[in-house]
C-alpha cells in the first residue's frame, strides 16, 4: 500500500517542483554548494530569481537583527531555525567582510544593515506595502540569507516564505520579491449555524498566517451580542475570549475585525443607537480592535423598524434605505476617525449585495456613503459561479468604488449544501480580478479545518490573481494539512475528490462532483461495454485496486494528518466513505465474478448495496450546520455505479438464492 500511495503522490504533486534545473556546482570546501531546483512556494511570488548553488543549514548560523525589526517575525525565524536543526542562534551587529559560516540579516523598513546586506546579493527592496524581498547567496567561505520587510507585515510574510524555503534544511541562491495584487485577504466567519469555538479561531488564525492572509472578520449570524442583542454588552467572560483571540491575531499580522450586525432592529433616527453602537466599540477597542464592520445583510430594507424612522424618512423604500443607511454609516466612521487615530475605514455590506445591477438602493450608496467606507459584494450571485473582470467593473460603477469581494465559497449554510463539505479547488475567478477589488474574503464553513482547503486558494488568488494556479494550490493544502506525509497527502486528494461539488443556489453546480473517480468508473464501463475479455479484466483489476486504496482512506487521514481537529469534524464524511469504499470492492469482486461467470456475483453486488444503504443514512453531526441530512460521497458518481454494476455484465442468478436474497 505504502509504494501505491507514494506513486499517486508522485503524480499529484509533481507539478508542485519547477522542472528548472541548474548544473551542478562544484562543491566548495564549506560544502555549501550542492545542485539547486526552484522551490514551490505557496502563495506564488511576483519574482523569483534562481542563482547558482544550495546552501545548506548549519547547526551554528549567526542572525543579525536590524534595528526595529518586528519582533514576531524574528521570534518566527528563530522558530523555523530551531525546527531545522540548527542548534546555536548566535548575534551579532554588522556582516563580516569576509563570509565565514552562515549568516542570517532580518528586518524591516530601511535599515542600513538590510541595504548592506541586499546589495551584496546583488537585490533590491521591494517597495509595496506587505513587500518583502528575500536574497541568499554564497560567498567566500559562507552564506548570507537577508530577509527585508518593506514594513513589519512584509517582513512577517517573508518569514513565512523562509519557512516554505528551509522544508528540505536548506535554501537555494536566489532573489525573491514579493507583494499582495490585493491589500486585504482573509475570510469573514459570516455564516449561519453554530459559531466556531475559540479554539478553533485560535487555530484559523494561526493558519491564515501561514499563506499571508492578514484579515479575520468576526461576524457569527449566531452570536447574539453581534445581531439579535447587539445593543447590550458581552459578558466579561465573553469578552475576555475575544480578548484573546484579538491577541492572537496581532501575533500573525492578522487584522482582527468586529463586525455588529443592527440591521433588523436599528432605529436611524435615534441617537441612542448611534451611541449603542459606540460604546460596544469602545469596549472592543479596549482590547485592541482597530477595524470595524456594519453588516445590513439579509434584512428587509422596504420598512422602518421605529416610528421616528417613519416621521423623518418619509415613505418606506430602496432607494429610502440606501440614504438612511449611508447617512448612519457616514456618523459611524466619523465617530471612529474621532475616537481612534489607529482606526482603518469602517466596512459595510448592503442589503443588495448579490448583484451589479444598477438600483435606486445601489444609486443612493452611491451618492451619499462616504467614498472611504469600504463596501462588500458577493459577486453576480449570493453564491456566483464564476466572477469575471467585467463583474468586478460592474460592481465598481454600481458602488461608486472598487468593492472587497465576500465570496461564498467554501461556506455551506444553505439547502444545496445539505450532507456536503465543500473542498474543491478555489476556480472560475478570473486573473486579473485584483486591478478592480480591495481584496477576498472568504465565507468558509461551519467545519474550521476543512474550510482550510479552499480558504488557501482564496489567499493564494487574492495575493498573485495572476500567477495562481488552483490545482497546484489545492495540492499543497492537501500537504499541508497531512505534515508533508505522502500517504496521508494522496488519501486526503481521494477524499477531496468525493467533496468536489460545488453548489450554487439554482440547479446547476459551478464544479462537478468526483472528477477523478468518475473518470475511473466510466473507464471501466466503458472497457466492460466496448472491450474484449483480457480488458475487462483488465479494467476490473484496477477497480479492485483502486476500491482497495478509497476503503483504506479515512484511516489514512485518521492516522497521518496532525491536526486532528480535520478527522473530528469531517467524522461522519470518513465514516461514509470506509462503507462506501468497502461496497466498492464489493462490487469491483461482483463484476470480476459476472465477467468469470461465477454464480457468487449476485451476492457479492446485493452486499454492496446493503453498504451502501447503510453510508447513505448517516447523518451530518447534530447542531453543527444550519441545515443537517444525510452525507453525501461523490453522489451521482459512486451510488450510481454501485448500483447500475449488476446490469453491466449479464450473470446467473437462478442456481444462487442468496444474490436475490441479499445474503
Known amino acids: 500500500m505504502k509504494r501505491v500511495y507514494t506513486c499517486l503522490i508522485a503524480l499529484a504533486l509533481g507539478s508542485n517542483i519547477a522542472d528548472a534545473q541548474i548544473a551542478n556546482q562544484q562543491i566548495n570546501a564549506t560544502g555549501f554548494m550542492q545542485p539547486v531546483t526552484l522551490p514551490a512556494i505557496f502563495p506564488a511570488p511576483v519574482s523569483v530569481n534562481l542563482g547558482k548553488g544550495l546552501i545548506s543549514l548549519t547547526k551554528t548560523i549567526v542572525l543579525i537583527e536590524a534595528k526595529g525589526a518586528d519582533q514576531e517575525s524574528v521570534t518566527l525565524v528563530r522558530r523555523i531555525l530551531k525546527s531545522s536543526g540548527v542548534e546555536t542562534i548566535k548575534t551579532a551587529q554588522q556582516l563580516p567582510a569576509n563570509l565565514d559560516g552562515l549568516y542570517i540579516v532580518i528586518g524591516n523598513g530601511d535599515a542600513p544593515i538590510l541595504r548592506s546586506a541586499l546589495a551584496r546579493c546583488a537585490a533590491q527592496p521591494d517597495t509595496q506595502a506587505e513587500g518583502y524581498t528575500i536574497a541568499s547567496m554564497l560567498g567566500g567561505s559562507g552564506a548570507l540569507i537577508t530577509l527585508a520587510g518593506k514594513d513589519a507585515d512584509g517582513l512577517f510574510h517573508a518569514a513565512q516564505t523562509f519557512r516554505q524555503l528551509i522544508q528540505h534544511s536548506a535554501v537555494p541562491a536566489l532573489v525573491i520579491q514579493d507583494h499582495p495584487a490585493m491589500p486585504i485577504r482573509g475570510t469573514i466567519e459570516g455564516f449561519y449555524g453554530a459559531p466556531w469555538s475559540m479554539e478553533a479561531r485560535k487555530k484559523h488564525l494561526d493558519f491564515l498566517a501561514t499563506v499571508k492572509a492578514n484579515t479575520y472578520v468576526y461576524s457569527p449570524k449566531d452570536d447574539p451580542y453581534a445581531r439579535d442583542r447587539w445593543r447590550e454588552a458581552y459578558p466579561k467572560a465573553v469578552l475576555a475570549e475575544l480578548s484573546k483571540l484579538v491577541s492572537v491575531a496581532r501575533a500573525n499580522h492578522i487584522n482582527f475585525v468586529y463586525a455588529i450586525s443592527p440591521g ?23 482590547i485592541g480592535v482597530h477595524n470595524f464592520y456594519v453588516a445590513l445583510d439579509d434584512i428587509e430594507y422596504t420598512k422602518w423598524n421605529c416610528e421616528i424612522d417613519k416621521t423623518n424618512l418619509g415613505t418606506p423604500s430602496a432607494e429610502a434605505a440606501g440614504i438612511a443607511q449611508s447617512k448612519f454609516l457616514n456618523l459611524v466612521q466619523a465617530s471612529l476617525n474621532a475616537h481612534d487615530p489607529e482606526a482603518r475605514p469602517l ?35 449570493v453564491v456566483p459561479p464564476a466572477i469575471a473582470i467585467s463583474d468586478a467593473k460592474a460592481a465598481t460603477k454600481a458602488f461608486g468604488r472598487k468593492t472587497l469581494l465576500w465570496d461564498n465559497y467554501p461556506v455551506n449554510d444553505y439547502a444545496q449544501t445539505t450532507g456536503r463539505l465543500l473542498l474543491a479547488p478555489y476556480a472560475r475567478r478570473e486573473a486579473g480580478l485584483s486591478g478592480e477589488l480591495t481584496g477576498i474574503l472568504s465565507n468558509p464553513m461551519n467545519q474550521e479545518a476543512p474550510s482550510r482547503v479552499a480558504v488557501t486558494g482564496v489567499v493564494a488568488f487574492a495575493w498573485n490573481d495572476k500567477a495562481y494556479d488552483a490545482e497546484r494550490t489545492w495540492n499543497y493544502a492537501a500537504r499541508e494539512l497531512a505534515g508533508g506525509d505522502e500517504q496521508a ?105 459476472a465477467n468469470s461467470g461465477s454464480q457468487a456475483a449476485g451476492r457479492y453486488f446485493a452486499h454492496a448495496k446493503q453498504l451502501a444503504a447503510q453510508a447513505a443514512v448517516i447523518r451530518t453531526l447534530p447542531g453543527v450546520t444550519r441545515t443537517e441530512g444525510p452525507i453525501k460521497i461523490a453522489d451521482g458518481v459512486l451510488d450510481v455505479f454501485v448500483n447500475d454494476a449488476p446490469s453491466l455484465i449479464a450473470f446467473d442468478t437462478k442456481n444462487d438464492p442468496g444474490a436475490s436474497a441479499g445474503k
Open 264 to 286: 433588523p432592529s436599528l432605529c436611524f433616527s435615534d441617537p441612542a443607537d448611534l451611541q449603542a453602537i459606540e460604546r460596544k466599540f469602545d469596549v472592543l477597542r479596549s
Open 347 to 381: 466596512i459595510m455590506v448592503p442589503t443588495e449585495y448579490y448583484d451589479a445591477k444598477e438600483s435606486l438602493y445601489k444609486a443612493a450608496l452611491r451618492k451619499n456613503l462616504y467614498p472611504k467606507i469600504v463596501v462588500q459584494w458577493t459577486g453576480t450571485d
Open 489 to 593: 497527502t494522496a488519501a486526503l486528494l481521494t477524499f477531496f475528490d468525493t467533496q468536489h461539488m460545488a453548489p450554487t443556489f439554482g440547479s446547476q453546480p459551478w464544479q462537478q462532483q468526483a472528477p477523478r473517480l468518475k473518470m475511473l468508473l466510466d473507464g471501466v464501463r466503458d472497457a466492460i461495454a466496448l472491450g474484449n475479455n483480457e480488458t475487462r479484466h483488465r479494467a476490473i483489476t484496477e477497480l479492485a485496486q483502486k476500491a482497495t486504496e478509497f476503503a483504506a482512506v479515512p484511516d489514512l487521514i485518521r492516522s497521518g494528518i496532525i491536526d486532528t481537529a480535520f478527522a473530528r469534524e469531517a467524522r461522519p464524511w470518513l465514516d461514509a466513505m470506509q462503507l462506501w469504499g468497502r461496497a466498492l470492492q464489493l462490487t469491483a469482486a461482483g463484476l470480476d465474478a
